[in-house]
């Protein structure tokens, strides 16, 4: 009976905690691919454009094709806990970030021969363009005291226009090999370099975590601003911080997209990945209305996002039909994640390890 109670309480208090949610949904389509298709799991090698040895097969394209998301996670993830809003326009930002790519590598040619500026150089500046907008969408959440999402709706709305307009209207081409590195393969390395890049942001933001106090910073303005200032804390450049810290997972995540093809389209390009980054910072069982949060489930549920992504591809989902099918399974995931449903959870496991006590000593 012993055994019994604390095989109960156990379950519980796993229920209880925040990254059940995400791993349990994990493991839910790793079973449901395990028993459909076992393929779904099979690595082969196989060969680049280039002739180099590449790993191919789902896992590797649900891990790569996360990359950009996982990056964006991490900055939605801070804005979501200082403001308690959302920022829609990253998607925008990215067809900004890839255009001013473009712009610096293909100066006013459409396909040059050469590279008019370095690689580095054309990265910087689209890092400084999407940092200064996200400080423009900082600005008017913080001081302005603008909604998260209405204030960032103005660059939703206008983004891909002014993406379209710094290379007035035309598609660039970059011709170099060594630009579509970054979003593909390196040579003689067989796993896709946007992989590494994640990896990296994420040891990069859990290393600023750890060693600042931009986290214990963002979770108190989240919690309670007037409070966080009583104790010397500035809310409103907090706030304006975390857009700004945005703005350059936006840059990363646009200089691998446009790396990927070595083009852009400025209607097409991160349609949508906001609402996936969005869900991916609900879906780690954050609040969405700002506060704690945990890094690391964010990343788990971008990761589980592409996973079921990939899944409804695999079994020919019609692409039109992909956002519903889509949209509730993730209800389901973000409603059981939520803090008040996990609570409920716990107490209904409560009451029957309780129950079972009582049960005994009256058979007794």
């Known amino acids: 009976m012993s055994s019994n ?48 040895p590449v790993l191919t097969g789902y896992l590797i394209t649900i891990l790569d094709n996360a990359s950009e998301l996982v990056i964006l996670a991490l900055g939605m993830t801070f804005v979501t806990a200082a403001s308690g809003g959302q920022d829609i326009s990253v998607g925008a930002g990215i067809a900004i970030a890839g255009s001013v790519v473009l712009r610096m590598l293909c100066g006013n040619e459409v396909s040059p021969a050469e590279l008019q500026s370095s690689i580095v150089v054309a990265f910087l500046a689209c890092a400084v363009v999407s940092m200064l907008f996200g400080a423009f969408n900082g600005a008017l959440v913080a001081y302005f005291k603008i909604q998260p999402m209405v204030a960032t709706l ?6 891909r226009s002014i993406a379209a307009w710094i290379n007035m209207n035309r598609l660039p081409i970059v011709t170099d090999p060594v630009f579509s590195y970054f979003g593909n393969f390196l040579p003689g390395i067989p796993v896709p370099t946007p992989i590494f890049i994640a990896i990296v942001c994420v040891a990069l933001v859990m290393l600023l975590l750890k060693f600042t ?11 309670n601003a007037s409070s966080s200032r009583l104790n010397g804390i500035n809310p409103e450049f907090i706030k304006f911080i975390t857009y700004v810290i945005m703005g350059l997972c936006v840059a990363i995540a646009g200089f691998i997209k446009v790396s990927r093809f ?8 991160a349609k949508d990945i906001e609402m996936d980054a969005i869900l991916a910072v609900a879906l780690g069982g954050n609040a969405l209305s700002g506060g704690k949060f945990n890094m690391w489930a964010s990343v788990l549920g971008a990761y589980v996002i592409q996973f079921l992504t990939t899944t409804l591809y695999k079994f020919d989902v019609d692409s039109t039909a992909l956002p519903a099918y889509k949209a509730v399974v993730v209800i389901i995931l973000v409603v059981l994640s939520c803090p008040i449903v996990r609570e409920k959870m716990s107490a209904l496991g409560k009451k029957g390890s309780a129950k079972a006590p009582a049960a005994a000593k009256g058979g007794n």
């Open 213 to 223: 106090n931009i986290g214990l910073y963002t979770q108190s303005v989240g919690i």
């Open 262 to 269: 070595s083009t852009i389209n400025y209607s097409v390009i």
């Open 5 to 52: 109670k604390n095989f109960k309480e156990m379950a519980v208090s796993l229920v209880r905690k925040q990254l059940f949610i995400p791993i349990a949904a994990l493991i839910i389509l790793v079973l449901f691919n395990l028993i459909a298709d076992p393929s779904f799991f099979r690595i082969s090698l196989g060969q680049s454009s280039g002739g180099f």
């Open 154 to 159: 103005i660059l939703f709305t206008a983004g």
